[in-house]
């Protein structure tokens, strides 16, 4: 039997191959029916899961939701800023989701080493036993 982290990263996997697979196609300018739906799903997954790797110590259900939303939200500021500078092109915002997936992916460890360095008990972390009046 199969552990469920097992499965879920060859989910990821496949979902990640397809994405770049329709990200290719979107750059390339190629004409196949599998273009829109795969570069859709590169648009909504690759955002998506650079936010989920920032999500650490929370459900699944709820890294789904907000990474989902983080996704959607990148998506539409990166389409309303290319069309307020005149400059829409399908490729143009498949590069720059790329981009900005990466450089969200890229800060993660930066992330993680200033969590690691913050005193237990400085602002912005949770108070244990304390509730605040």
Do not use: N, Y
Request: net charge positive; glycine share 12%.
């Amino acid at each position: 039997m199969r552990t469920g982290g097992m499965v879920s990263r060859w989910v990821i996997g496949v979902v990640v191959a397809a994405a770049v697979a329709g990200a290719v196609l979107a750059v390339g300018e190629v004409q196949t029916p599998a273009r829109a739906p795969l570069a859709l799903l590169f648009l909504l997954a690759v955002p998506g899961l650079a936010v989920a790797g920032l999500l650490g110590g929370i459900d699944a259900l709820s890294k789904v939701v907000i990474a989902g939303s983080a996704a959607l939200v990148i998506d539409m500021a990166i389409a309303e800023s290319m069309i307020a500078a005149g400059a829409w092109s399908l490729r143009l915002g498949v590069i720059l989701v790329a981009l900005v997936s990466v450089v969200i992916a890229a800060a993660r460890p930066l992330i993680a080493r200033w969590s690691a360095r913050r005193p237990a008990g400085s602002p912005g972390t949770a108070l244990s036993g304390h509730t605040r009046r």
